[in-house]
């Protein structure tokens, strides 16, 4: 069985105190790794590593920083077959949608931002006569990156790539559930050229090394991304010592349907919005409010394409959904069918979970559940959906907003003032237009209310992991 290292100070090492947590195969059940249950004494040394390897990392010419992020994105699209199945293996997901999405967007990630930091340009003000201020944008220092198990190595990446960019040293945790890709990265970054301590990658425990990260006085920003309740342990430790820090949370996303719609179009993408990755992307649209007119024309279509999805092994190319990603967490998704149908829904697709070994849900469709029930408030993550009607536009806005998060969603409808209407009225991060899931890295990436704080993609992440300072010059 393999058992995995840090990576610290360009080398991998096993944990100091020699302590391992088994990592499961959420397609099997089995336990396939043991990975670091790392604690304080090797968080000291990827501090020290980190902290030794600023100086030349922050005032490399950007230039030479931003190849080597490209000759990382290039080995990992050369490595493209091992991540991905690594990936399926540790996550659950299915080999073909690694292949197609996660690992090639990881990689992406450090492309866009080796190219957005040759790109990048700080703000000037000119007042003529009388004064110049410049921001000058300077990188913090050392960084703490924490991700989870859902797009594991996209989005360990995601948070990584601008951090590096900007001439941070970065000490991330994947993970514990999902650590084997970040643990791959660690010898491509020594090939692409990264000098030793700039990337330190610590694996265990949320609340042992991940809390740990975080109340660490060297780490100066934090980016995480992870559940709201976690979210809010993270956000209140890093206020203690005046961290930046950007928190990527759950949601409960509405897919408003309006009667106006192309219809196949908003059935075919919805499916995707409800069920890929078996639903665990915080993106999904977990909760489809359809305009009473259309609304049985709308779930039948639905329905009958939903029964085409097929779940099994995740390495089955034939397989449409693999297994959710823990014991736990499928118990967690079982258990808020069982209160749906005590809050009175009526399970119209699934509901039960598969005979067999590893963590395999059906994909779920419930309807007749009121909006103010537990199972339509609160973040499910995972291949359950309800379906509910409204008979007006001021109702579909309200319904949209009656949760605590506000991270996505999705408007299907041909009438354009309508669209931006009711995209300027939903308390959400994200908004998509007879679409789903489609990401120009450009743009701001995250939610409102409890879906987090701060914006990560494009500039947004640039600027995030810099300390800025207006320097004015009289003139
Ligand atoms: O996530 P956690 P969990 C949601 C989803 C899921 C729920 C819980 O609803 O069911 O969160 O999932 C690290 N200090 N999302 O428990 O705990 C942890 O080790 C520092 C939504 O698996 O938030 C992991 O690396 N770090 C979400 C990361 O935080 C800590 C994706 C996320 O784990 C820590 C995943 C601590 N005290 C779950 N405790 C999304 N928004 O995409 C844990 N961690």
Same mark, same amino acid.
């Given at each position: 069985?393999?058992?995995?290292?840090? $990576?610290?100070?360009?080398?991998?090492?096993?944990?100091?105190?020699?302590?391992?947590?088994?990592?499961?195969?959420?397609?099997?059940?089995?336990?396939?790794?043991?990975?670091?249950?790392?604690?304080?004494e090797?968080?000291?040394?990827?501090?020290?590593?980190?902290?030794?390897?600023?100086?030349?990392w922050?005032?490399?010419?950007?230039?030479?920083?931003?190849?080597?992020?490209?000759?990382?994105?290039?080995?990992?699209?050369?490595?493209?077959?091992?991540?991905?199945?690594?990936?399926?293996?540790?996550?659950?997901?299915?080999?073909?949608?690694?292949?197609?999405?996660?690992?090639?967007?990881?990689?992406?990630?450090?492309?866009?931002?080796a190219?957005?930091?040759? @790109?990048?340009?700080?703000?000037?003000? /000119?007042?003529?006569?009388?004064?110049?201020?410049?921001?000058?944008?300077?990188?913090?220092?050392?960084?703490?990156?924490?991700?989870?198990?859902?797009?594991?190595?996209?989005?360990?990446?995601w +948070?990584?790539?601008?951090?590096?960019?900007?001439?941070?040293?970065?000490?991330?945790?994947?993970?514990?559930?999902?650590?084997?890709?970040?643990?791959?990265?660690?010898?491509?970054?020594?090939?692409?050229?990264?000098?030793?301590?700039?990337?330190?990658?610590?694996?265990?425990?949320?609340?042992?090394?991940?809390?740990?990260?975080?109340?660490?006085?060297?780490?100066?920003?934090?980016?995480?991304?992870?559940?709201?309740?976690?979210?809010?342990?993270?956000?209140?430790?890093?206020?203690?010592? $005046? +961290?930046?820090?950007?928190?990527?949370?759950?949601?409960?996303?509405?897919?408003?349907?309006?009667?106006?719609?192309?219809?196949?179009?908003? /059935?075919?993408?919805?499916?995707?919005?409800?069920?890929? @990755?078996?639903?665990?992307?915080?993106l999904?649209?977990?909760?489809?409010?359809?305009?009473?007119?259309?609304?049985?024309?709308?779930?039948?279509?639905?329905?009958?394409?939903?029964? +085409?999805?097929? /779940?099994?092994?995740?390495?089955?190319?034939?397989?449409?959904?693999?297994?959710?990603v823990?014991?736990d967490?499928l118990?967690?998704?079982?258990?808020?069918?069982?209160?749906?149908?005590?809050?009175?829904?009526?399970?119209?697709?699934?509901?039960?979970?598969?005979?067999?070994?590893?963590?395999?849900?059906?994909?779920?469709?419930?309807?007749?559940?009121d909006?103010?029930?537990?199972?339509?408030?609160?973040?499910?993550?995972?291949?359950? /959906?309800?379906l509910?009607?409204?008979?007006?536009?001021?109702?579909?806005?309200?319904?949209?907003?009656?949760?605590?998060?506000?991270?996505?969603?999705t408007?299907?409808?041909?009438?354009?003032? +309508?669209?931006?209407?009711?995209?300027?009225?939903?308390?959400?991060g994200?908004?998509?237009?007879?679409?789903?899931?489609?990401?120009?890295?450009?743009?701001?990436?995250?939610?409102?209310?409890?879906?987090?704080i701060?914006?990560?993609?494009?500039?947004?992440?640039?600027?995030?992991?810099?300390?800025?300072?207006?320097?004015?010059?009289?003139?």
């Amino acid at each position: 069985m393999q058992k995995i290292q840090n $990576f610290i100070n360009g080398e991998y090492v096993d944990p100091i105190k020699g302590q391992y947590l088994d990592n499961i195969e959420p397609g099997t059940g089995k336990v396939f790794a043991q990975i670091p249950n790392s604690n304080q004494e090797d968080l000291e040394k990827a501090v020290e590593a980190a902290r030794g390897a600023f100086p030349k990392w922050s005032t490399m010419p950007t230039e030479k920083r931003s190849k080597i992020l490209h000759k990382l994105a290039d080995l990992i699209e050369e490595n493209l077959e091992d991540f991905a199945l690594m990936e399926s293996r540790d996550n659950g997901k299915p080999l073909w949608l690694a292949k197609a999405v996660d690992i090639p967007r990881a990689s992406t990630n450090f492309r866009f931002y080796a190219s957005a930091i040759v @790109n990048f340009s700080t703000e000037a003000q /000119v007042s003529e006569g009388f004064m110049v201020n410049y921001t000058r944008r300077a990188p913090i220092g050392v960084v703490g990156c924490i991700s989870p198990w859902n797009l594991p190595l996209y989005l360990f990446s995601w +948070k990584i790539a601008p951090a590096l960019a900007m001439g941070n040293c970065v000490i991330a945790k994947p993970s514990e559930l999902t650590p084997m890709t970040a643990f791959l990265l660690g010898r491509l970054a020594n090939e692409a050229g990264m000098p030793p301590g700039v990337l330190n990658i610590l694996h265990g425990e949320g609340k042992g090394i991940g809390q740990a990260i975080v109340e660490h006085e060297a780490t100066k920003a934090i980016s995480f991304t992870g559940g709201t309740t976690t979210g809010k342990i993270v956000g209140a430790t890093a206020a203690q010592q $005046f +961290k930046k820090v950007s928190l990527e949370l759950g949601g409960k996303n509405p897919n408003i349907v309006f009667a106006d719609c192309d219809l196949d179009e908003a /059935v075919k993408t919805s499916v995707k919005s409800s069920f890929t @990755n078996q639903g665990e992307i915080c993106l999904c649209g977990s909760r489809i409010l359809v305009e009473d007119s259309i609304y049985d024309a709308f779930k039948s279509k639905f329905i009958s394409e939903c029964k +085409k999805i097929v /779940v099994g092994d995740p390495l089955h190319a034939e397989s449409t959904m693999g297994a959710l990603v823990s014991y736990d967490h499928l118990e967690k998704v079982d258990s808020y069918v069982q209160l749906a149908k005590k809050e009175g829904g009526t399970i119209l697709l699934g509901g039960k979970k598969l005979d067999k070994e590893g963590f395999y849900y059906e994909p779920t469709v419930i309807e007749g559940l009121d909006e103010t029930c537990r199972t339509n408030q609160e973040e499910i993550f995972g291949p359950v /959906v309800t379906l509910n009607k409204f008979s007006s536009e001021g109702e579909a806005i309200r319904v949209a907003n009656s949760t605590r998060y506000g991270l996505s969603c999705t408007i299907w409808t041909t009438d354009l003032k +309508k669209a931006h209407r009711v995209a300027h009225s939903v308390h959400s991060g994200i908004i998509w237009v007879n679409c789903w899931l489609v990401r120009d890295l450009r743009t701001p990436f995250g939610g409102m209310k409890d879906s987090g704080i701060g914006r990560e993609g494009g500039n947004e992440a640039l600027r995030f992991f810099t300390e800025p300072q207006n320097v004015c010059i009289k003139l």
